[in-house]
């Protein structure tokens, strides 16, 4: 028994800090971020000495170091602003979190006065205290809302803020807007579109060759020196280009190549490893999406995955098979089985059709249209993953 703690200490890792490959983790220099990180400081910059600075909107996909730089561009004003004095502040919010116009402004307001509580008071007295404190400190406050298409109520929160800079004496409160979704933009009523998209930055989705330049960085600083392979680096940044250009994606592939390594008793983090990682992180990601489905798309799901494990095909009119395919008919017959197995009343065929494209929206199938000769013209469906992994996955969630 005595052992277990001395062989934990003997094991071997690959790692020197892992703390390094963490989401949290702000690498000191951000390549190919130079760009971006320029045109936001070049917009920030007036704010040192009391200008009026635009509000902005920063959109790029998931993963293109949208946060990371504007944490990265805020520490660096924030420095300038100690070390000379101006009256800059910077508050940033994470609007996945807080989710409502009244938890922003919270927020705002304890930062503003942090020996205050400010528990039970209404909005637009949270808001009083803020406009008073930036007139009364001539303030350039910059609000950053992250993932700001969270926010439920963001056109009376944009409104809000855009209305008090017309009546502040002194000072100005700006914001900085990011999100990945860009069809949020449509949602915005005109005046709080306009008021927020003063100026737009776009964080492009990094290739291969960027995402192999920050993981290298990450390899130089987590990792024991030649613990990683350069063929298992190259391998992870082309898998994650793949997947619309992901540093997250990248980075936690790397990781958990590591810990799969560690797991192995390896030296070495090679392609194996990657690979590996690979079907553990994209099981976990269709774990997490298929746990926030509504029963009826699980059940439809199920059953689109029990009928490709028994082989779904058809014969084409030229006499070749189509491997893994099922008509629209056979699934909505097994989803009503499966719906009676349970006890749940079937939804209609039409509701079916539905929930079947948001499967799609959410990559989990694919569709196509069988084109005429084949039963008509049916639509052909096909799972997006191995059959068992999405029974195992689902298996795993149900207990069943
Ligand atoms: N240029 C870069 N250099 C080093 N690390 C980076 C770079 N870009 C992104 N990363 C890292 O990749 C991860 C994702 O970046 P970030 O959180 O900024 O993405 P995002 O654009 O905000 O994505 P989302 O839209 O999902 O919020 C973070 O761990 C970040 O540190
Ligand atoms: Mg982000």
Known sequence: ?????????????????????????????????????????QKLAPSLSGKTINNMFLYGKTGTGKTVSTKH??????AVKKKYGASVECVYTNCR??????????????????EESFLGFPFSHLFQKVVDYVQSN?????????????????????YTITRANDELAAGRISMIGISNNINFKDSLDPRSKSALFEDELVFPPYNAEELKDILEQRVK?????????????????????????????????????????????????????V???????????????????????KILLYAIAQLSKEGGHYARLDGTVAENVLFTGEVYDRYNRICRVLGREPRTARWCKEY?????MLGLITTTLSGKGVRGNTTLIRLAYPAQNIIDLMKKQFGE
């Open 1 to 41: 028994m005595d052992d277990i703690f001395e062989k934990e200490l003997r094991k071997s890792t690959v790692f020197v800090d892992r703390n390094v490959l963490s989401p949290h983790f702000v690498p000191e220099t951000l390549p190919h971020r130079e760009a971006q990180i320029q045109a936001l400081m």
């Open 73 to 78: 561009v805020i520490d660096k004003l924030m």
């Open 97 to 114: 979190i807080l989710n409502t116009k009244y938890q922003v402004m919270l927020k705002v307001a304890e930062y503003c006065y942090p």
């Open 138 to 158: 001539n303030l350039s406050m910059i609000l950053v809302l992250d993932e700001v298409d969270k926010v439920k109520n963001l056109d009376d929160l944009i």
């Open 221 to 273: 600083l987590g990792f024991k020196p030649g613990a990683v392979d350069e063929s298992a680096i190259n391998l992870a940044s082309a898998l994650a280009a793949n997947e619309s250009g992901d540093a997250r994606y990248a980075l936690r592939l790397l990781f958990k190549a590591g810990e799969i390594a560690d797991e192995m008793g390896d030296q070495k983090v090679t392609d194996k490893h």
């Open 275 to 297: 690979n590996l990682a690979r079907k553990g992180v994209e099981n976990e990601i269709v774990y997490n999406v298929i746990k926030t489905l509504p029963e009826h798309q």
């Open 356 to 360: 079947m494209n948001e499967l799609e």
